[in-house]
């Protein structure tokens, strides 16, 4: 079992950074694949990016790549979503997830452990 809390969202205005926090429970964190989500109000949730548990580069959604970066600590149970020039449309909550899926997975279902989510908010 995985217990994630994400913290760190919060109000920015456009070309503003944030920086999200998703700390883990349990001693079983880096068998875990990682990977960022969000969902806009009247939207589906969609993948951000992932990042493996065998490292190796981490993988992202073309509407953020070179914006943001996911990164892992294994040593303190936590993955990071650094998000830098927001737009408007990065207004979503955030959720972090946990797979043990060995090969990429940008889907929601194939996550089984979800955090609470953290709302972001960019101002134009």
């Known amino acids: 079992q995985v217990q994630l809390v994400e913290s760190g969202g919060g109000l920015v205005q456009a070309g503003g950074s944030l920086r999200l926090s998703c700390a883990a429970s349990?001693?079983?964190?880096?068998?875990?694949?990682m990977g960022w989500f969000r969902q806009a109000p009247g939207k589906e949730r969609e993948f951000v990016a992932r990042?493996?548990?065998?490292?190796?580069?981490?993988n992202y959604a073309d509407s953020v790549k070179g914006r943001f970066t996911i990164s892992r600590d294994n040593a303190k149970n936590t993955v990071y979503l650094q998000m830098n020039s927001l737009k408007p449309e990065d207004t979503a909550v955030y959720y972090c997830?946990?797979?043990?899926?060995?090969?990429?997975?940008?889907?929601?279902?194939?996550?089984?452990?979800w955090g609470q989510g953290t709302q972001v908010t960019v101002s134009s």
């Open positions: 997830a946990a797979t043990g899926r060995h090969a990429i997975a940008v889907v929601p279902s194939l996550y089984i452990y």
């Open positions: 349990g001693r079983t964190f880096n068998n875990y694949a």
């Open positions: 990042d493996s548990q065998y490292g190796g580069t981490p």
